[in-house]
């Protein structure tokens, strides 16, 4: 009978952090070991296995092979119920605690952070988050290598991979100058703003939904700016560069620069964007996973920023 490989969770540990980051040297740092432990447990690991589980690129970092792929998500799911076993046989089943990194949509980061944090230091002070706040392509690639556990975003760009809860729908809204000529109107048809210039938040995805709702009304937008900023996006409308559509609403008007913009409900018919807690379905959540989107679960519905 073949010998089964004498695999430690020590070297799945290293093997999985050096996947996420894509270096050895990246990973140590992360583990707080030398890089030349990283390095000697996975060639240990890819001899024990008896295949190439990274391919080495000089400038580029490390790759993983399609055997590394494989074993990545088993990986994953492994050390994650290690952890969840070795909780419960301490007796903190019902005390969840550890480190967890989730990803966030960055222009949802600023309304969701601060409340969530301040929810789990209260329901979870056993939890140790690390925040990712990135866009959708990073996100969705967060997820699926692993260097994010779980993910609060839009659901936009997620993959069939991924498996995603709705928590809440957040319903587009037109922001004008207040010099606007729509300015008296209770809700604004997007066929109005036909020939006005338009400041468009330019995120990837995020402007595909953008612009698709302005399709949907018949118009073809004059986009005068664009911004990657939430913020330099309401403090250009502010300042009568044009107008533009978003989806949360802060609780003041007011921009950083201290002018003022009116937000006004859409006429037309138009799509929310759903707001979902994301994970990567092939892996078992863990205790602290569970824990975190319950508690996001919970402050998203109760966000007063969510417009419906």
Do not use: K, W
Not at 99 to 109: D, G, K, P, S
Not at 256 to 266: D, E, H, N, Q, S
Not at 291 to 296: D, I, L, N, P, Q
């Amino acid at each position: 009978m073949r010998r089964r490989p004498d695999v430690t969770l020590a070297q799945l540990r290293y093997f999985v952090q050096a996947a996420i980051h894509g270096s050895m040297t990246q990973a140590a740092g992360d583990l707080r070991v030398a890089q030349s432990a990283v390095s000697a447990a996975v060639a240990q690991l890819e001899r024990q296995v008896g295949t190439q589980l990274f391919i080495r690129q000089r400038a580029r970092g490390l790759a993983l092979t399609a055997a590394g792929e494989e074993l990545l998500s088993d990986a994953r799911a492994v050390l994650a119920h290690m952890d969840e076993v070795l909780d419960t046989a301490r007796g903190r089943g019902e005390h969840v605690r550890g480190h967890i990194r989730v990803a966030c949509f960055v222009t949802l980061a600023p309304f969701v952070l601060p409340a969530l944090l301040a929810d789990l230091a209260e329901h979870h002070p056993g939890v140790e988050v690390e925040f990712i706040e990135t866009e959708a392509e990073t996100l969705n690639s967060a997820l699926r290598t692993g260097a994010a556990e779980l993910a609060i975003s839009y659901d936009l760009g997620l993959g069939p991979e991924i498996d995603r809860t709705v928590v809440a729908e957040a319903a587009p809204y037109v922001i004008l100058p207040p010099d606007h000529r729509l300015a008296g109107r209770a809700r604004i048809h997007l066929r109005d703003l036909e020939h006005d210039p338009m400041v468009l938040l330019d995120l990837p995805r995020s402007r595909e939904y953008f612009q698709q709702i302005l399709a949907s009304a018949g118009v073809s937008p004059t986009v005068r700016h664009r911004s990657a900023g939430y913020e330099t996006v309401r403090g250009l409308v502010a300042h009568g560069h044009g107008y533009s559509i978003l989806n949360l609403r802060p609780v003041d008007d007011v921009t950083y620069g201290g002018a003022r913009v009116l937000a006004r409900p859409i006429a037309d018919e138009v799509p929310p964007l759903s707001i979902v807690i994301a994970r990567l379905s092939s892996v078992r959540p863990t205790a602290r996973a569970r824990a975190v989107g319950t508690r996001a679960r919970a402050v998203l519905q109760h966000a007063p920023v969510i417009t419906s």
